[in-house]
């Protein structure tokens, strides 16, 4: 179900927008699951999106002095 949704939306969908919009189809479907179990599921197989590193590489270069 997860997997499926992703494909429509998009794979870098995260955790908490997922467990909003599938919220209702768990219903329908019998689940009973809340939010931090759903990350442990995710987490059971491999389905959390992984962080992006967010850093920014400067180069130094050294000063000529004359």
């Known amino acids: 179900m997860i997997q499926e949704y992703r494909k ?21 479907q019998g689940i009973k699951i809340g939010r931090d179990k759903l990350y442990d599921v995710l987490r059971l197989h491999n389905l959390l999106v992984p962080k992006l590193k967010n850093y920014v590489t400067t180069v130094l270069t050294p000063i000529k002095q004359e």
């Open 8 to 28: 429509l939306v998009g794979m870098r969908t995260g955790g908490i927008k997922l467990y909003d919009e599938l919220k209702q189809d768990f219903i329908k």
